[in-house]
């Protein structure tokens, strides 16, 4: 009986572990975006993150039945990264990001993590 109940227990601790690996630090999607570099700003209550937004180029419908600028929304976890995005305010830039299937405070609030600078015009 105890070694049953050793085997489910771990069995259960691996199941829990690589759920939260999967959900939280699986890389679902990578890719690049290009746009209209909005702001970067670090911010934050208890773990400060660096969170931007870029305008992307085109229109979307909104369910409000109003027409919105594409936006990317995301989070920069390099200190250095966020300084350089910073600086490039209003420029045209491309970037390189990871999606994941959900945020994690100290990495940021968004799903949406960039990485590395591809170019800024």
Known sequence: MK?????????LIVI???????RYYFVWGEGVK??????????????KTYEGK???????????NSIQSNEFIFSVSDKRL???LMMAGGKDVDVHYKEYLSPIPWRGYSKYVV???????
């Open 16 to 22: 829990i572990f690589g759920y939260g690996y999967f």
């Open 82 to 84: 966020a300084e350089a």
């Open 3 to 11: 070694k049953w109940l050793t085997i489910v227990s771990l069995a």
């Open 34 to 47: 290009s746009g209209q570099l909005n702001y970067v700003v670090h911010k934050g209550y208890i773990f």
């Open 115 to 121: 990485d590395s600078i591809i170019e800024i015009k």
């Open 54 to 64: 870029m305008i992307q180029a085109g229109i979307k419908a909104s369910p409000t």
